[in-house]
């Protein structure tokens, strides 16, 4: 069979393709010679897979969509203290080039607007950025001198706001040297299928969906997608966020992407921008894919049916001796609470109770927590409690296991079985 995915893709960029009207960015005089013309998608989903539709081998910069990738090496450099320390994480409501600064501290509101990401830049060297972003596209990238060129000698706004960034002391470094490394940061050369698997790596925790790299701590992309979701359009960022809801960052080469966590990275590449320096099409692709595939972060799946499967007799030569609890799906807060009520409502009379994990794919913290807790009640209730986990599911949790047996805290060690 041959995929449907692309054709429905290629679908999506005819649906889209009318002259939606928009201007290119003329302030930067290199990318007011773009094909105006040019569209593009690409979509990458966690586990690798690589869909690219349009003119999706043609390569423009990365421009904006460069900070939060910078902010995300930022935080795994120095820490998220001391990088809040300098730039903060509220909406500004202004377009990218204000110089939008804390009263008081003088930091700029956020990374996504040019005094946060000048500030953000000043905080990794160029070549740490060079690599770091190629770590996140999965091959080298490299720069269109041109364009970095032709950007450096219109950057006067940009020098201003890295000027008033050190006279707030936000910005220690040399104002010019971090103008520069900015505009260098912005000149990176990519097409949208590095886009979308820059997204992805996000989407997957930090992890490359095709070179298995770890790119950026976990909790680090939390946070920038986070950003990216409150901030990541501009001015436009609440109008984006309620009707197409996928936290996403746009840049004035025309490119656009989007992260949905755990699921999938996007990205769009159509050169003209409305009013707020966003890609046009690219927004109609979005709006389009949010509505018709549920893509938007406010509608999750609905909570799996019960996590308690079944309730069974013990095996072989124990019936009548306990019960086993056939457990599936996610161990999460949702999950765990229906499992507690229901030992709670019906408690197991006396006897053995086996808490079978065979069919769970995925344990959360809080899930491990609120099993251990009910072991240790049923414990403490006189139960004989033992754990059937055979794709080790409790071992993400290494400092649980001594021989076998999960501490589950209170002195109390339960048994766990490989097999059933
Ligand atoms: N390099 C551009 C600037 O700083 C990036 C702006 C954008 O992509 O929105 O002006």
């Known amino acids: 069979m041959r995929s449907p995915i692309p054709d429905y893709l290629t679908e999506v960029l005819d649906v889209c393709g009318g002259d939606g009207g928009g201007e290119l960015a003329a302030y930067i005089p290199e990318l007011a010679e773009a094909d105006p013309d040019r569209f593009a998608m ?3 989903t966690v586990d690798g897979a690589v869909y690219g539709v349009g ?34 994480v509220e909406p500004s409501g202004d377009a990218f080039n204000e110089l939008s600064l804390e009263v008081g501290t003088g930091r700029p509101f956020n990374p996504m607007i040019n005094a946060g990401a000048l500030t953000v830049h000043a905080l990794l ?11 996140f596209a999965g091959r080298e990238l490299e720069i269109d001198e041109d364009v970095f060129t032709s950007e450096l000698e219109t950057a006067d706004r940009n020098r ?30 990519v097409d949208v299928k590095d886009l979308a698997l820059m997204a992805a790596t996000l989407a997957n925790g930090g992890v490359h969906p095709v070179t298995g790299q770890r790119v950026v701590p976990h909790e680090v992309t939390r946070h920038v997608m986070a950003v990216m979701a409150t901030c990541g359009m501009y001015d436009a960022a609440g109008d984006w966020f309620t009707s197409v809801g996928i936290p996403a960052k746009s840049g004035v080469a025309g490119g656009l992407i989007g992260a949905l966590p ?6 769009t590449f159509s050169p003209r921008l409305d009013q707020h320096g966003n890609s046009v099409r690219g927004v109609q692709v979005f709006e389009r894919l949010s509505s018709d595939m549920g893509m938007h972060l406010m509608e999750v799946p609905p909570p799996a049916r019960s996590l308690i499967r079944e309730r069974t007799d013990l095996p072989g030569d124990r019936e009548g001796e306990g019960w086993v609890f056939e457990l599936q799906g996610s161990v999460n807060f949702v999950g765990m609470e229906r499992v507690l009520r229901t030992l709670a409502d019906e408690p197991p009379s006396e006897g053995a109770v086996v808490l079978d994990l065979t069919r769970v794919h995925e344990v959360r913290d809080v899930g491990r927590r609120m099993l251990l807790e009910a072991v240790r009640r049923l414990v403490a209730d006189g139960h004989d409690v033992t754990i059937v986990d055979p794709d080790g599911m409790l071992e993400a949790f290494p400092d649980d296991h001594a021989d ?9 060690e339960v048994p766990v079985l490989r097999r059933r």
Do not use: N, W
Request: with cysteine; aromatic share 6%; net charge negative.
């Open 160 to 189: 201003a706001i890295a000027f008033m960034l050190r006279s707030h002391g936000i910005v220690e470094e040399d104002a010019q040297a971090v103008v520069e490394g900015y505009t260098r940061q912005c000149s990176l050369l």
């Open 262 to 267: 755990g699921q999938v990275g996007l990205a």
């Open 125 to 135: 060297d160029d070549e740490r950025v060079r690599r770091g972003f190629s770590a």
């Open 42 to 44: 690409a979509l990458a």
């Open 404 to 412: 076998g047996d999960v501490d589950a805290g209170g002195g109390v």
């Open 55 to 88: 003119d999706d081998d043609v390569r423009f910069t990365i421009q904006s969509i460069s900070k939060p990738f910078a902010y995300a090496l930022a935080i795994a450099d120095r820490g998220l203290d001391a990088v809040l320390e300098k730039v903060g």
